[in-house]
């Protein structure tokens, strides 16, 4: 079982930038891929990021691609999600999730997911 908890979530300008956090339980979350997947409200639940165990291989959307980056420290069990350039079509819920594989997570195979942060871009 892992736990997930989001963090680093808030309301900042178009143009600014943010941090996500997401904190794993467990001594497995070296073994799992990990992403983060946001959700406008009255939309589906998108994938925007996933890394590699070994954090060597990173994948994004097109829409995020350039402007977010994602990392992760496996001694401190900690997955990262950062956000520059925003936008105001940014403004969703995001989510952390782990899975078996990048390919995995890309196609929405989720383990576990955490329990979401808000991010609001304003204009």
């Known amino acids: 079982q892992v736990q997930l908890v989001e963090s680093g979530g808030g309301l900042v300008q178009a143009g600014g930038s943010l941090r996500l956090s997401c904190a794993a339980s467990?001594?497995?979350?070296?073994?799992?891929?990990m992403g983060w997947f946001r959700q406008a409200p009255g939309k589906e639940r998108e994938f925007v990021a996933t890394?590699?165990?070994?954090?060597?291989?990173?994948y994004f959307v097109d829409s995020v691609r350039g402007r977010f980056t994602i990392s992760r420290d496996n001694t401190k069990n900690t997955v990262y999600l950062q956000m520059n350039s925003l936008k105001p079509e940014d403004t969703a819920v995001y989510y952390c999730?782990?899975?078996?594989?990048?390919?995995?997570?890309?196609?929405?195979?989720?383990?576990?997911w955490g329990q979401g942060t808000q991010v609001t871009v304003s204009s």
């Open positions: 999730a782990a899975g078996s594989t990048v390919g995995a997570l890309r196609r929405k195979q989720v383990n576990y």
């Open positions: 467990g001594r497995t979350f070296s073994s799992y891929a």
């Open positions: 890394i590699s165990q070994s954090g060597g291989s990173t």
